[in-house]
């Protein structure tokens, strides 16, 4: 890999929020190094694309991650039960991945401080402590679900479980212990570039790309195993492992961790552009792979795991078809482990002022890597006990991670209208239209998710009913926010933000910002979404437990 540096001078720059020192200094990226000092306008295209190099690597790295071990289930599942007919969800995403990454890694430039601290210093202890609670649990059991996927591809390459496990633990916790931010990213993106290995695959299954364009500008609810109310859970699944709580945790703390500030966030937006081209024609190459390996087959409809999906595309494309496919699961699995073991870490040095960097050795930051490696070596050893529920592990993760999004992005939301923390950056009328949007699917999916686990046998029409009275309450809830609105007479866009000088703005040291003040609107609806996520959180959980012992 190339290095390409780029050097001027200029003042230092002003105080900031930013809490640890080791998150200032050089950009020492993967692909290049750009000088603390620098801010040279970058004319010509040689320039810029030089820039791009030494800044790519926060948007790729959560994106390709993305497409981790349960994304591979989720995706799988949708072609093999189903063909290309859900492949329409991919492009409805797009938008939804853009937006919620583009707040983040704004929120984590301009102000120098992580996700889960922002939400602890803006919404104080109580909202801060569920937070990282629900975050620290949901990224465990997703780490359990990337060793599934280690042992499945390990399986079927004829490689022996234990060790493969051990190995890869190994490789996880070493990549990390380096006490180099470059080392790392170069191994995370050596790692992202393997995930290209199912751009060969396609060509050897060789789905027809007529249907699948036309699939993917088409929604269409096919018909297929258990029902219109399968389908409707199945595209929960989809979005719930493509727009996952951790990824916002990790840009953001990973923007700040590579040093990135507003003056490059024009490459760090194409830097996460790159990042969804790939995560969603992979996620298509798989489904389109699985839809053409099983159609006509008597496993077409019948879904098991990521395994019997090798097996299905090495019978149908031969045998190099099922090791590429194979490859790759193991290379998602690693790459999903590296982000969301590192998502935690950083979560948990926020909260507790642990010294939290890549930058730094393990002697200069031992809190940090004993919650990474203790992540890592943890969900290794659930995957080697005997007997563990593995399956029902990985359906957990799927249904939590579903349930529990809304609060996520309710906190990015209010974090990108708050003018303390994001001055000039934050969000216009436009960008918090789209996100309330967003926000409220994603309560009528968790609500959905949440009665469809309770209630295995819920029909389409009763799925159909929920969503009807999740989009009445939006209604209402629209229509009493625009009272309120002509009762005080504020303007429809809000006031007015001043974008100037915004490259050079950064949020001021956490101790100067005025406290937030929420209106009762808004700790009403906090406190009625946290009380629905706890209690959906809790039923599933029991509900999962009483299956666990059933079996």
Same mark, same amino acid.
């Given at each position: 890999?190339?290095?390409?540096?780029?050097?001027?001078?200029?003042?230092?720059?002003?105080?900031?929020?930013?809490?640890?020192?080791?998150?200032?200094?050089?950009?020492?990226?993967?692909?290049?190094?750009?000088?603390?000092?620098? &801010?040279?306008?970058?004319? =010509?295209?040689?320039?810029?694309?030089?820039?791009?190099?030494?800044?790519?690597?926060?948007?790729?790295?959560?994106?390709?991650?993305?497409?981790?071990?349960?994304?591979?289930?989720?995706? =799988?599942? #949708? +072609? %093999?039960?189903?063909?290309?007919?859900?492949?329409?969800?991919?492009?409805?995403?797009?938008?939804?991945?853009?937006?919620?990454?583009?707040?983040?890694?704004?929120?984590?430039?301009?102000?120098?401080?992580?996700?889960?601290?922002?939400?602890?210093?803006?919404? =104080?202890?109580?909202?801060? #402590?569920?937070?990282?609670?629900?975050?620290?649990?949901?990224?465990?059991?997703?780490?359990?679900?990337?060793?599934?996927?280690?042992?499945?591809?390990?399986?079927?390459?004829?490689?022996?479980?234990?060790?493969?496990?051990?190995?890869?633990?190994?490789?996880?916790? #070493?990549?990390?212990?380096?006490? /180099?931010?470059?080392?790392?990213?170069?191994?995370?993106?050596?790692?992202?570039?393997?995930?290209?290995?199912?751009?060969?695959?396609?060509?050897?299954?060789?789905?027809?790309?007529?249907?699948?364009?036309?699939?993917?500008?088409?929604?269409?609810?096919?018909?297929?195993? $258990?029902?219109?109310?399968?389908?409707?859970?199945?595209?929960? +699944?989809?979005? $719930?492992?493509?727009?996952?709580?951790? %990824?916002?945790?990790?840009?953001? /703390?990973?923007?700040?961790?590579?040093?990135?500030?507003?003056?490059?966030?024009?490459?760090?937006?194409?830097?996460?552009?790159? =990042?969804?081209?790939?995560?969603?024609?992979?996620?298509?190459?798989?489904?389109?792979? &699985?839809?053409?390996?099983?159609?006509?087959?008597?496993?077409?409809?019948?879904?098991?795991?990521?395994?019997?999906?090798?097996?299905?595309?090495?019978?149908?494309?031969?045998?190099?078809?099922?090791?590429?496919?194979?490859?790759? *699961?193991?290379?998602? /699995?690693?790459?999903?482990?590296?982000?969301?073991?590192?998502?935690?870490?950083?979560?948990?040095?926020?909260?507790?002022?642990?010294?939290?960097?890549?930058?730094? +050795?393990?002697?200069?930051?031992?809190?940090?890597?004993?919650?990474?490696?203790? *992540?890592?070596?943890?969900?290794?050893?659930?995957?080697?006990?005997?007997?563990?529920?593995?399956?029902?592990?990985?359906?957990?993760?799927?249904?939590?991670?579903?349930?529990?999004? !809304? /609060?996520?992005?309710?906190?990015?939301?209010?974090?990108?209208?708050?003018? #303390?923390?994001?001055? !000039?950056?934050?969000?216009?009328p436009r960008t918090n239209a789209f996100t309330a949007a967003v926000v409220g699917v994603l309560v009528t999916l968790s609500v959905i998710l949440t009665a469809a686990v309770l209630f295995p046998d819920i029909d389409a029409g009763s799925i159909l009913t929920l969503m009807a009275g999740c989009g009445a309450a939006g209604v209402l809830a629209l229509g009493y926010a625009e009272l309120r609105r002509r009762r005080k007479g504020w303007a429809r866009g809000?006031?007015?933000?001043?974008?100037?000088?915004?490259?050079?703005?950064?949020?001021?040291?956490?101790?100067?910002?005025?406290?937030?003040?929420?209106?009762?609107?808004?700790?009403?609806? *906090?406190?009625?979404?946290?009380?629905?996520?706890?209690?959906?959180?809790?039923?599933?959980?029991?509900?999962?437990?009483?299956?666990?012992?059933? %079996?």
């Open positions: 890999m190339t290095e390409t540096t780029v050097r001027t001078t200029a003042p230092a720059p002003p105080s900031t929020a930013v809490l640890d020192d080791a998150h200032t200094g050089d950009i020492r990226g993967a692909l290049g190094t750009i000088r603390h000092d620098d &801010t040279a306008p970058r004319r =010509g295209l040689p320039a810029k694309l030089k820039t791009l190099l030494a800044i790519a690597g926060p948007g790729l790295i959560v994106m390709v991650g993305d497409n981790d071990a349960g994304a591979f289930t989720t995706y =799988g599942q #949708a +072609g %093999q039960n189903y063909g290309t007919h859900l492949l329409w969800t991919l492009l409805l995403l797009v938008p939804v991945l853009y937006v919620n990454q583009e707040m983040v890694l704004r929120l984590g430039a301009v102000t120098g401080v992580g996700h889960a601290r922002l939400i602890l210093e803006r919404f =104080g202890k109580f909202w801060g #402590a569920f937070s990282v609670i629900d975050l620290f649990l949901l990224n465990a059991l997703t780490l359990v679900t990337e060793f599934i996927g280690i042992t499945l591809a390990a399986g079927y390459l004829g490689l022996p479980k234990v060790g493969a496990v051990l190995l890869a633990a190994a490789v996880i916790i #070493a990549s990390a212990f380096t006490g /180099s931010f470059r080392r790392f990213e170069r191994i995370a993106i050596a790692l992202c570039a393997a995930s290209l290995l199912l751009v060969p695959l396609y060509f050897l299954v060789h789905p027809s790309t007529g249907q699948m364009a036309h699939d993917f500008v088409v929604p269409h609810l096919p018909d297929g195993p $258990g029902g219109p109310s399968a389908v409707l859970l199945l595209i929960i +699944g989809i979005v $719930g492992t493509t727009v996952a709580p951790w %990824q916002l945790f990790f840009q953001q /703390s990973y923007v700040i961790d590579k040093r990135i500030t507003p003056r490059f966030m024009g490459y760090e937006k194409a830097d996460l552009w790159i =990042g969804i081209a790939i995560v969603v024609l992979g996620a298509a190459a798989l489904m389109g792979c &699985t839809a053409a390996a099983f159609a006509g087959t008597a496993g077409a409809g019948a879904f098991t795991d990521t395994a019997g999906i090798a097996h299905g595309l090495a019978a149908h494309a031969g045998k190099l078809a099922g090791v590429l496919f194979a490859i790759a *699961l193991l290379d998602a /699995s690693i790459i999903g482990a590296f982000a969301v073991s590192l998502s935690t870490a950083y979560a948990i040095g926020d909260v507790f002022g642990i010294r939290h960097s890549l930058h730094r +050795g393990v002697g200069g930051a031992k809190g940090f890597y004993a919650v990474y490696a203790g *992540l890592v070596a943890a969900a290794a050893t659930i995957v080697l006990l005997p007997g563990a529920p593995l399956g029902l592990l990985t359906e957990g993760v799927q249904t939590l991670a579903g349930v529990l999004l !809304p /609060s996520a992005s309710v906190f990015l939301l209010l974090l990108c209208n708050d003018r #303390a923390v994001l001055g !000039p950056w934050v969000n216009g809000g006031r007015p933000v001043d974008r100037t000088g915004r490259d050079d703005w950064r949020m001021p040291p956490l101790e100067r910002l005025p406290r937030p003040v929420l209106s009762t609107g808004h700790k009403i609806g *906090l406190t009625a979404l946290r009380t629905y996520l706890l209690l959906a959180m809790v039923l599933v959980v029991v509900k999962l437990v009483e299956v666990a012992l059933a %079996q």
